[in-house]
């Protein structure tokens, strides 16, 4: 079907406006190495070595990137890679910054990276609090904060995507405000799920909400992935991402019953090392499942909204009288 000449699903490179590939990569770099951040951390909270290390922003009175590298023995080791992996997460945001106020076009998108680095910013200083104060909200906090930023940074490579920023014409022709809905929803469920697992993690008490919040987050995906099935099985930009976030609901799933049975049972007798993987792989896959659930989220919304809506509007009326 064409419109003005366009057929619907092509996608439109307007010559007027040029993308730079830099934003893209750094922000793709920068939620990678977020990641791994969230597990070392998960990591630290299982092993109990959040006070490990007794001061901050020094390390025992080490510049905290000169400590010596033959003393991060046990707990140490834990909580001071904690902290230099979180360094060099904080640096990829400042790179990542300078990046989009050099190469990004888009205001909007240059403001959102601002947004990033006053969030990694704060989330350094929480946890620095957490250190010093010795505050279990602190931690809860902390951990809240983390799951936020992995967010962001994962909006941050959507949004600089060639997918995104080549701006399709293509539009979801049936229930695309359904599935937008549903996708908002469940992200937000997802979230909330691991604010749940963080207080959880910390305090020991609320398994009760956690196990409740789960049942909701797995009924909505199964929900996300019937409506996909039944009414956008042919687009994989959105059929592709809801297989995925269902396949890792499988594994969180597996993950919590085992890490449950585990750690509050006597049904399974494991050894210490491996519930503290179990529950740091299961913080870590519901980290997955809220990066998968936002992609398609933002998937959804792009592909059903009018083009009207979406960055570089202008051009494409210019071009196209949208």
Request: proline residues 8%.
């Given at each position: 079907m064409d419109v003005n000449g366009v057929r619907l699903g092509a996608v439109v490179d307007p010559p007027s406006i040029s993308f730079s590939r830099w934003p893209h990569r750094i922000a793709v770099v920068l939620a990678c190495a977020t990641f791994p951040l969230l597990f070392i951390g998960g990591l630290v909270t299982s092993k109990g070595a959040g006070l490990?290390?007794?001061?901050?922003?020094?390390?025992?009175?080490?510049?905290?990137?000169?400590?010596?590298w033959s003393k991060m023995v046990g707990n140490i080791f834990y909580e001071h890679s904690h902290r230099l992996v979180a360094s060099w997460v904080g640096l990829l945001t400042i790179a990542l910054v300078l990046t989009f106020w050099l190469r990004e076009q888009r205001t909007w998108l240059r403001w959102l990276g601002f947004a990033a680095l006053a969030l990694v910013i704060a989330q350094g200083i929480i946890g620095g609090l957490r250190v010093v104060l010795l505050q279990h909200v602190l931690a809860i906090i902390h951990g809240a904060t983390?799951?936020?930023?992995?967010?962001?940074?994962?909006?941050?490579?959507?949004?600089t995507s060639a997918q995104w920023t080549h701006l399709p014409v293509e539009k979801v022709v049936n229930d695309g405000r359904r599935l937008r809905r549903l996708c908002i929803v469940t992200t937000a469920l997802i979230y909330l799920q691991v604010v749940s697992g963080a207080v959880l993690r910390h305090t020991g008490e609320r398994v009760d909400a956690h196990l409740a919040i789960a049942a909701l987050v797995a009924l909505h995906v199964i929900l996300i992935l019937i409506r996909v099935s039944r009414h956008f099985a042919t687009s994989t930009l959105l059929a592709r991402p809801a297989m995925i976030l269902f396949a890792l609901l499988l594994l969180q799933l597996a993950l919590g019953g085992v890490s449950y049975f585990a750690k509050y049972t006597?049904?399974?007798?494991?050894?210490?090392?491996?519930?503290?993987?179990?529950?740091?792989?299961?913080?870590?896959?519901?980290a997955l499942m809220l990066a998968a659930s936002i992609a398609l989220t933002l998937t959804s919304y792009r592909l059903s909204a009018p083009a009207r809506h979406v960055p570089g509007r202008e051009v494409l009326r210019q071009q196209f009288s949208l």
């Open positions: 490990a290390v007794p001061d901050w922003p020094t390390t025992f009175g080490h510049n905290m990137l000169l400590y010596p983390a799951q936020a930023f992995f967010a962001l940074t994962v909006c941050l490579a959507v949004f006597t049904a399974l007798r494991l050894p210490m090392d491996a519930i503290v993987l179990l529950t740091t792989s299961h913080l870590a896959v519901g």
